[in-house]
């Protein structure tokens, strides 16, 4: 077999798959390219965007056995694997073949079956064969997944986990088509109106299980490399270093990776591989195989101003202005030249003496302490957490000793003005600048002054360096980093025996045989069948809850406690928390509101929600804008019809402006679980236990205390209507709030 067969049958092969899929030519290549490498593919897109049907395309385009499983919540591994049945007429057990004895499987919505149905096909993808009471079943090397998966609805799924979504060659991610091919769609289904499901009668089958083999054996034989080897190492290993990554790519995804560069050269005409062909797979080959997680911000990024594109001034030509030592000496030279023009005609003639050879001293003095300073190199972190310190470190090339530096901060970061450069190693000049990220964002160090005294002291040398340094302030999640929050949550949740509430909820979870007094309902009539005696379906709670983080973003959340507004006090209580539900099973969305609601995310799973959620509060910005209550919770209300946890961090100033705030939470807690977040002002406590010195003081000790008691009665009534508080210091909110989320787990409150 030769290149240009297998041209010819990959030819042939897409022409038939796209007299059904229109619009999908780079998911059908991928699907090739699968196919050629001996790999699984999954297909994630929203409903109604033809996956099951490229799936069956796909299938009938091939003269190999197919079989379909649609995934729902009570499948059992056995209607995947097969099950042994006792067979009376030969007093023997006969195995009954599940659909994963096929050669093309399509496991259909795969995130709606349990984790221990789609476990079932770990060993089937891994190793092409299946054990059934003991005995291992071959299922040919021909044997090839292809799965689909809804990525919206999050309702009664199950995602999958790592270790299965690495099993997985592909991630092919299936988006709307554009407007001309959606019309294409249209047309052709308007001429030629089929019944669901006959879409792929007419298709023609193109390759066999004898081709398939043949154009394998000539992907085999594709020349790889050793620097495309080392290229595709290279990037696998960068995941694993890299600080937004959790968990990088492991050896099995590289050597996918290598064997779908292999296909992917043959498919295209050559019988070598090329990096183009790697950067063309890496997306679909690992974007499911990392687990983004929180960036580490203690990694630091050298900056150096001062060379390539920057002008001579840019890069520090001196500002120069006149010491005092230099003023005092233009005065007394301008006396002295006074009273040789005013004593004697005949001096009047040499006045302009003493300003020559004041210039003559000037051009000395600039003449032997004018140096332009070299290069000056900046290292500080490329993200700081809000509230937390770091240092700027800055070295300067061939400057002189003594010099002193001035730096003007920005909004965000707050630090000393002034500093001293003092003497470093290789005859530079070094100092290291402490300093407070006091606002979330994207700051900016324009310049840096530096100035220093000529030998005489008659000048100051004053040149401005372009230091061009970006700092980013980002949401504080030490705690996150740390593992503190999922040593808590792990040991918490799943380090004592796990109690379900059995016969609770609408989750399945196994079958039992049925006994006198249960309810007839739950009989498993298909099941019972097959075994030929009564078995009952065992429901439980539902694990995967539904926790909301609503953050309040108006005026009152600016104020300063501890050195932070309040919001970012908040920002950081809600990342733990959302941490913390991820680790528990839950899934977590977000709601921001101020004057109108702002940001609504649909509750997600796992880690990839917490990165978002990350991204959304690093980008929230400080406004001064009253919160509107009823018109954000009303929507939060209305995009919520499910059960859920909702966690809303707020504030107020009396019990007259809470009366709207707590009206619209009683209609929230009518349908979902409320725990409201309160951060209490260590300052205003302090204030109200010191004895005031004057009438000025006790008038202040006075408002002081109202308002305390004001907000007590607004958190009593709050509590009186179901709705759980957490009011506690700034230092103290978070770990209050975990503990509540994880007490209200504990009892299945949600």
Known sequence: MTLEVLRQRTDALRTEIGRTVLGQDEVIDLLLVALFARGHVLLEGPPGTAKTLLARSFSAALA?????????????????????????????????????????????????????????????????????????????????????????????????PEAQLDRFLFKLVIDFPPEAIEMA????????????????????????????????????????????????????????????????????????????????????????????????????????????????????????????????????????????????????????SLIMIVASTALRDLAILPWILLALLIMVDMATSLRRPGNLTVEAPPEIFVGETATLHLHLDRARANLNAKLDWPEGLSGRKEFEFRPGPDDTLETRVPFRAVRRGVWHLDHLWLFWDSRLKLLEFVPRLDLQAELRVVPNIRQVQSGEITTTVMSTLYGVKENRALGEGSEFHQLRDFVPGMDIKSIDWKRSARRRSLVAKELRAERNHHVIIALDNGYLMREEIGGLPKIDHAVTAALATAWAA????????????????????????????????????????????????????????????????????????????????????????????????????????????????????????????????????????????????????????????????LEIKAREMI
């Not at 499987?105 to 770990?122: F, G, S, V, W």
Request: glycine share 6%.
């Open 64 to 160: 190999l056995d197919f079989g379909r499983i649609q995934f729902t919540p009570d499948l059992m591994p056995g209607d995947v694997l097969g099950t042994s049945i006792f067979n009376f007429q030969t007093n023997a057990f006969v195995l009954t073949k599940g659909p994963v004895f096929s050669q093309v499987l399509l496991a259909d919505e795969i995130n709606r079956a349990p984790p221990k149905t789609q476990a079932a096909l770990l060993q089937a993808m891994n190793e092409r064969m299946v054990s059934i009471d003991g005995t291992d079943h071959s299922l040919g090397s021909e044997f090839i997944v292809v799965a689909t998966q809804n990525p919206i609805e999050q309702q009664g799924t199950y995602p999958l």
């Open 185 to 336: 769609i249209l047309r052709q289904h308007a001429a030629q109106p089929l019944e669901a499901g006959l879409e792929t009668a007419n298709l023609s089958k193109v390759l066999d299980a004898a081709a398939l083999a043949e154009t394998r054996s000539l992907v085999d034989g594709i020349i790889l490399k050793d620097d495309i080897l080392a290229y595709i190492l290279r990037l696998v290993r960068a995941t694993r270093e890299n600080s937004e990554i959790a968990y990088g790519a492991s050896t099995r995804a590289a050597d996918a990776l290598v064997s779908a560069t292999r296909a992917s050269a043959a498919l295209n005409g050559r019988d070598f591989a090329i990096p183009d062909d790697v950067k063309r797979l890496f997306t679909p080959a690992l974007r499911h195989r990392i687990v983004l997680g929180p960036a580490d911000g203690n990694r630091r990024t050298k900056f150096r101003p001062g060379s390539g594109k920057h002008s001579q001034s840019d890069r520090g030509t001196p500002l120069i202005r006149p010491s005092k030592r230099l003023l005092a000496l233009a005065a007394a030279t301008l006396l002295v």
């Open 582 to 741: 991820a680790i528990g099973g839950d899934l977590v969305g977000y709601y921001s509101y101020d004057v109108r609601p702002r940001t609504f995310s649909a509750p997600a799973p796992g880690r990839n929600a917490f990165a978002r959620l990350r991204n959304w509060t690093a980008e929230l910005s400080y406004v001064s804008r009253e919160t509107n209550h009823t018109l954000a919770l009303t929507e939060l209300n209305a995009r919520t019809p499910k059960r859920s946890l909702i966690i809303v961090f707020t504030d107020f100033i009396d019990t007259t402006s809470a009366e709207l705030l707590i009206e619209n939470i009683g209609i929230l807690t009518k349908r979902h679980l409320l725990i409201f977040v309160a951060i209490r002002d260590p300052e205003l406590e302090t204030m109200i236990e010191t004895a005031p010195d004057d009438i000025d003081g006790a008038a202040t000790l006075v408002a002081a205390n109202q308002s305390i008691n004001e907000r007590r009665l607004v958190l009593e009534r709050l509590a009186r209507m179901g709705v759980t508080i957490v009011d506690a210091k700034p230092n103290t909110v978070t770990a209050r709030l975990i503990s509540t989320y």
